[in-house]
């Protein structure tokens, strides 16, 4: 950037950059509401960017990530110690599994202001529409139609959440921790839920219990089509609960 000599610049000149660099910005009229009105623009500018000129594979990722803090002003900087990154700016974001290219995100903004988003709230025939499931379908709404698999941890993982981005033209496979309405989590968990306890009968029951697996299949009828949802579970030290609409209990290759 306005090296047009080719001479090698030093510190003062780098300095002089970042003292007039400024990041174009929307109409100044929302800068009164908007916390994020000096760096909106340049985040949906990348955000588009990226929809624009990457096409992923059939198997997407939806998960957090976290934009590091270097000193400087931030906003929406928060603090999250279980982060790699603890402290900084909390996006959720889409890659491509296949090529690990991040391909979409979306800016957290605070409860108040993701509460106002899009889908939250919106009735449907299982109820209104929660705040994660609706930050899950704006994170994967340039790929609705196309039949893709999103694979998600648990803060995304439900029945609810299945169910709409099937409705959508995408089908899934979630974990499933704390969101369980509609979900056998007690009748799965009799079967691959750790075994307490230090005494030898305590640790043979584990050793006994681990790689067991059970499933339930539920027929539902969304936007007219009949759709099978696996409930799944299976015992790996500690147990692993799912829900899919793009898998079955049908035994598989070995791999």
């Known amino acids: 950037i306005g090296n047009s000599g080719g001479a090698k610049k030093g510190v003062r000149w780098y300095e002089n ?3 007039t660099f400024t990041l174009p910005t929307y109409d100044a009229s929302s800068a009164a509401n908007d916390p994020f009105h000096t760096v ?9 960017l990226f929809i624009r000129n990457v096409s992923p594979s059939w198997l997407i990722i939806i998960d957090e990530s976290m934009v590091k803090w270097v000193g400087v002003g931030m906003p929406g900087l928060m603090v999250v110690p279980r982060k790699p990154t603890p ?15 991040l391909i979409n995100f ?27 499931t609706a930050l899950t379908l704006r994170c994967v709404q340039p790929w609705f139609g196309t039949g893709r698999v999103v694979i998600a941890d648990s803060w995304f993982g439900s029945v609810a959440c299945a169910l709409e981005l099937f409705r ?36 043979q029951a584990r050793r ?10 539920k027929k539902f009828a969304v936007a ?3 759709l099978n949802v696996v409930a799944a579970g299976h015992n790996r030290k500690v147990p692993l609960l799912l829900v899919a609409t793009a898998s079955s ?4 290759a070995d791999h």
């Open 208 to 217: 006994q219990r681990r790689g067991k697996h059970a499933a339930y299949v």
């Open 87 to 101: 402290m900084g700016l909390e996006l959720h974001t889409v890659c491509c599994a296949v090529s690990g290219i």
């Open 224 to 226: 007219g089509t009949e």
């Open 249 to 252: 209990m049908e035994p598989g």
């Open 40 to 48: 909106r623009r340049m985040w949906e500018d990348c955000r588009a």
């Open 106 to 132: 979306e800016l957290y903004e605070g409860k108040e202001r993701m509460q106002q988003k899009q889908y939250v709230g919106e009735l449907t025939e299982f109820g209104p529409i929660n705040k994660s």
């Open 168 to 203: 959508h033209g995408l089908f899934c496979i979630m974990n499933v921790k704390t969101s369980t309405k509609g979900y056998p989590k007690a009748e799965l968990m009799e079967v691959v839920d750790e075994i307490e306890g230090k005494s030898a009968e305590a640790r």
């Open 17 to 19: 950059m970042l003292a």
